[in-house]
Every structure is written in C-alpha cells, then in structure tokens.
C-alpha cells in the first residue's frame, strides 16, 4: 500500500513539473510571437517570467 502512494504521488509530481515546464516554453512562445511595437504590462511580465520560472510557467497558460 505504501508503494502505491508514493507512485501517485510520484506520477502527480511529474505532472505538475512537465505542466509547469510546457506553461515556460509556452511564455517565451508568446514572446517571440510578440511584435514589441507596443510595450505592454503583460509583456514586461512575461519577460520578468522567462528569469522567474514559476511566474513564467503561470504566464504562457495565459
């Protein structure tokens, strides 16, 4: 009984790193996507993000 809990807890944990790692990527995503013509409060945060991984993971959900 012990082993299945700490494999769910395991499987639960690596779901929230590869989510948080795809919420990253998909920040600097939208960065590059970005035209930089105007410079917005959300650009300055996702850039704040890229440096600032769990912000950055939150981000590129958004």
């Not at 996507?33 to 950055?56: E, K, Q, S, W, Y």
């Amino acid at each position: 009984m012990r082993t299945k809990t700490f494999a769910a807890i395991w499987l639960v944990w690596l779901a929230l790193i590869i989510a948080a790692g795809y919420g990253w990527i998909m920040n600097i995503v939208k960065i590059v996507n970005t035209g930089f013509d105007v410079f917005t409060g959300m650009l300055i945060a996702r850039c704040i993000g890229v440096f600032v991984a769990p912000v950055g993971a939150v981000l590129g959900f958004l």
